[in-house]
Nanobody, 119 residues
Framework: QLHLVESGGGLVQAGGSLRLSCVAS????????MGWFRQAPGKERDAVAQ????????YFADSVKGRFTISRDNAKNTVYLQMNSLKPEDTAVYYC????????????WGQGTQVTVSS
């Protein structure tokens, strides 16, 4: 089992920044592809960003390209989502997830952290 815990959410004004963290425990984190997802009220959960085990390949949803970055520190079992130039439409619960490799189903999920962007 891989246990994921997100932190760093909060309330921020439009144009501001937040950095989300996701700490993994329970088993080796290094080999997993890690992703960030978000779900706004009344909407489906969408993928936001993804990073492979080495950090050498990343994916970003079009809606966040140029504003969000994803990174990981395998020594700390932590993946980050740096969110800049936040918009009210970024308001959602953000989830961290882990997949055994790129393209695989995400097997493990965190409990989520709320991000609210005020206009």
């Amino acid at each position: 089992q891989l246990h994921l815990v997100e932190s760093g959410g909060g309330l921020v004004q439009a144009g501001g920044s937040l950095r989300l963290s996701c700490v993994a425990s329970g088993r080796s984190f290094t080999s997993y592809t890690m992703g960030w997802f978000r779900q706004a009220p009344g909407k489906e959960r969408d993928a936001v960003a993804q990073i492979v085990w080495s950090g050498g390949s990343t994916y970003f949803a079009d809606s966040v390209k140029g504003r969000f970055t994803i990174s990981r520190d395998n020594a700390k079992n932590t993946v980050y989502l740096q969110m800049n130039s936040l918009k009210p439409e970024d308001t959602a619960v953000y989830y961290c997830a882990a997949a055994p490799n790129r393209g695989a189903v995400y097997d493990y999920w965190g409990q989520g952290t709320q991000v609210t962007v005020s206009s």
